[in-house]
């Protein structure tokens, strides 16, 4: 995978781990993102920007990505970082960076908390013209996902992603297989998604999040907010995140 990482001034730097979506290359190292970036440094936390896929050293497709790769790349690096502070590692994702990060924390504690941005509940496949595998592995198999029925073929045809997850979404016996254990994250979470999103039923997705959690007595904070726009507007509340990690900092 490529890796950037950005580091502000002093010793004991938290650090957040920031990951893309579906359209893969790395996201967080872009200009475009500059701002939010450097406004995380300015608060004393580093930013590790991770490419998981469609980078020049990761795979060019989002098919079957190793989690354990990822969750050793980024101990990898901030066990040889001195200036930062191991025991307070944030994970935050948009999108299916959203479904990635929450997939991760709820299989490596090491990870304290998450930021998920226009997220889902569940894992969905591979964004291969076939959608017949996994969009992740871990400990060599893969993560069970919820299939893309054939039906699904025609919304999405059409441009309509938002139709064609929310199809997948009504199979009753794959949705259940396929839920992210959030209840395992060992940290606080925060969720904030649109209500007006284009591309997936973010706050269906998110409430059924909430929903688990309170089922499953998760022992850590969790927030879900919601903001009108579409699947890019909690991009623009960032305000939100920065209160989010003032608690946790």
């Not at 999108?95 to 894992?123: C, D, H, M, Q, W």
């Not at 059409?158 to 297989?177: I, W, Y």
Request: zero cysteines; proline letters at 4%.
């Amino acid at each position: 995978m490529d890796t950037h990482l950005f580091l502000g001034e002093g010793a004991n730097q938290p650090l957040i781990v920031a990951f893309g979506g579906g359209s893969g290359g790395n996201d967080w190292e872009r200009n475009y993102l500059k701002g939010k970036r450097d406004s995380l440094l300015s608060q004393g936390f580093a930013v590790l920007a991770i490419g998981y896929f469609n980078t020049e050293n990761s795979p060019e497709s989002l098919d079957r990505i190793s989690l354990n790769a990822i969750a050793d790349t980024i101990m990898s690096i901030a066990g040889r970082t001195a200036q930062l502070d191991t025991g307070r590692i944030i994970l935050m994702g948009a999108s299916k960076g959203g479904e990635l990060v929450l997939n991760l924390a709820s299989r490596y504690p090491r990870f304290k908390g998450v930021i998920a941005l226009s997220t889902s509940n569940v894992s969905f496949p591979a964004h291969t013209v076939s959608a017949n595998t996994s969009s992740w592995m871990y400990n060599g198999k893969e993560v069970n996902y919820v299939p893309a029925q054939f039906k699904t073929i025609w919304p999405a045809l059409r441009g309509d992603l938002h139709g064609a997850f929310s199809m997948m979404l009504e199979d009753t016996e794959a949705v259940p297989q396929a839920e992210i254990e959030v209840e395992k994250i060992n940290g606080p979470i925060l969720i904030i998604s649109a209500d007006q999103d284009e591309q997936w039923p973010a706050t269906q997705m998110s409430e059924h999040l909430a929903e688990r959690m309170e089922r499953k007595n998760f022992g850590h904070p969790i927030e879900h907010i919601i903001v009108k726009g579409a699947h890019i507007e909690p991009l623009h509340h960032f305000d939100k995140v920065y209160a989010f990690l003032e608690k946790i900092k």
